[in-house]
């Protein structure tokens, strides 16, 4: 699976994950302590390659293992 693949997954799955939990991006973006939703907006598309502690963020505050938000036996 090529990195662009990884990073669309991982964004339509927590895209997905943030909607059921009836949370907008903006909110998200201040559970975590980002200072705009515009953030979360370009890891949903895929656009930016984020960081291990906003993932953890992320986990923690929707509650979520990471295997919810990626299925690693996609990954050859």
């Given at each position: 699976?090529?990195?662009?693949?990884?990073l669309k997954e991982?964004?339509?799955?927590?895209?997905?994950?943030?909607?059921?939990?009836g949370?907008?991006?903006?909110?998200?973006?201040?559970?975590?302590?980002?200072s705009?939703?515009?953030?979360?907006g370009?890891?949903?598309?895929?656009?930016?390659?984020?960081?291990?502690t906003?993932?953890?963020?992320?986990?923690n505050a929707?509650?979520?293992?990471?295997?919810?938000?990626?299925d690693?036996?996609?990954i050859?």
């Amino acid at each position: 699976m090529e990195k662009k693949e990884i990073l669309k997954e991982f964004g339509r799955n927590l895209k997905a994950e943030r909607n059921r939990a009836g949370l907008s991006q903006e909110q998200l973006a201040e559970k975590i302590g980002l200072s705009y939703g515009q953030v979360i907006g370009t890891i949903e598309r895929g656009e930016t390659n984020t960081s291990l502690t906003v993932i953890v963020s992320i986990m923690n505050a929707l509650n979520l293992d990471f295997d919810k938000l990626f299925d690693r036996k996609l990954i050859k």
